[in-house]
């Protein structure tokens, strides 16, 4: 068989290496050098062994670039994504750094979100001549990468102007619609004829009726909010505010009633008192898990095929009788009816 004379010097100390001489190891790097110089015998050239990946691209909805959360590096093998909200599928694009490699990646490519929030992503390179590496993923689905940025704005800039919320939203709603300044706008307690009344939090959060169910929301510039229960995104809802009336459209959005609301007001120290002026009236709201309403009269009081009578205490609150038991109790507070039952069943309502 006919070899080059540089394939002549590598068999001869390759049959050394087999001879298991000391210098084998020496010799070893010196057989890696020449297949790299491009030793040939009969027309076969020596295989890679580089199952290295010189960058890995990551597309989204539109094509949209993802980046990871560092930047790819040679010798780094494990990633994380942060794939926002929206984003239902990604494609994963390795680059071998020699052509003559392959890869594979796990899962199918583009790649689905899961039913979970978290998707583990292998990529395996196998160079020309065999040998493999691994590039593991970690991909965080729905990531919302303005909430952090969102609830820092919300702490700096309504940590002064909380004092002054009041005066800011009454001046004119319209001019503190959108932004970081829709979130002060939107502030407050917001009551729908026969629906339980909104409140919406500095903090971001939405309580319906005066209960606290999971549900977040997180302001945009173009006057929409994404809506949020426990965890999951619900929809966007589009609003706006024009003095005490708040506005809220797309009854696509599990949890919000569209419609025009107007804001409850009244000082938290609204009560009764020894009075029945304040607690006379029809009052709509939650009452543990059900949606009810109250009537109180100037000698009673009726909800849901019940009715019996009150006593008005000192401390404005209304001791609520059943066939001459007592069953609980209700006192309000900020212009809110709050009605506890021995039962375990409490609740909010807004008068209409």
């Known amino acids: 068989m006919k070899v080059t004379s540089i394939c002549f010097l590598t068999e001869i100390i390759e049959v050394i290496m087999k001879k298991r001489f000391r ?3 020496v010799l070893g790097a010196v057989v890696m ?7 040939e015998e009969s027309g076969e050239t020596v295989k890679d062994f580089n199952a290295a990946l010189s960058a890995i691209s990551v597309t989204g909805t539109g094509e949209v670039a993802l980046p990871f959360t560092s930047a790819f590096a040679k010798g780094n093998l494990s990633y994380t994504l942060n ?3 929206g984003t239902n599928a990604i494609q994963i694009n390795p680059i071998p750094s020699n052509t003559k ?4 990646v796990n899962l199918p490519n583009p790649i689905n979100k899961p039913d979970g929030n978290i998707s583990t992503i292998t990529i395996v390179v196998t160079a020309e001549n065999g040998t493999t590496q691994v590039y593991t993923i970690t991909v965080n689905w729905d990531v919302n990468n303005n909430q952090d940025s969102n609830e820092n704005q919300d702490s700096n800039e309504n940590q002064n102007s909380n004092e002054n919320q009041n005066s800011n939203e009454n001046q004119d709603g319209n001019d503190n619609q959108g932004g970081s300044g829709g979130a002060i706008a939107l502030v407050g307690q917001w009551a ?3 629906t339980p009344f909104y409140e919406f939090t500095s903090n971001g959060k939405i309580l319906i009726a005066g209960i606290d ?4 929301y997180t302001v945009a510039t173009n006057n929409t909010i994404t809506v949020k229960s426990s965890g999951y995104t619900r929809g966007t809802v589009t609003w706006s505010v024009s003095g005490d009336v708040l506005t809220l459209s797309n009854a696509g959005t599990s949890g919000i009633v569209p419609g025009t609301y107007t804001k409850i007001t009244g000082s938290s120290g609204d009560h009764g008192g020894t009075s029945t002026n304040f607690i006379v ?8 898990i059900a949606i009810v309403t109250f009537t109180f009269t100037s000698d009673g009081w009726s909800m849901s095929g019940r009715s019996g009578t009150y006593t008005m205490t000192d401390e404005g609150t209304a001791e609520l009788e059943e066939s001459g038991d007592t069953i609980g109790s209700a006192i309000i507070s900020g212009g809110i009816l709050k009605v506890s039952l021995y039962d375990g069943r409490s609740g909010s309502f807004v008068k209409y």
């Open 192 to 194: 729908l004829y026969g």
């Open 83 to 85: 794939v926002p909200i």
């Open 101 to 104: 490699s392959s890869f594979s």
């Open 23 to 25: 210098l084998s190891a």
């Open 33 to 39: 050098i020449l297949a790299m110089a491009g030793c």
């Open 281 to 288: 009236g029809t009052w709509h709201g939650y009452l543990g």
């Open 213 to 216: 169910i999971s549900t977040t």
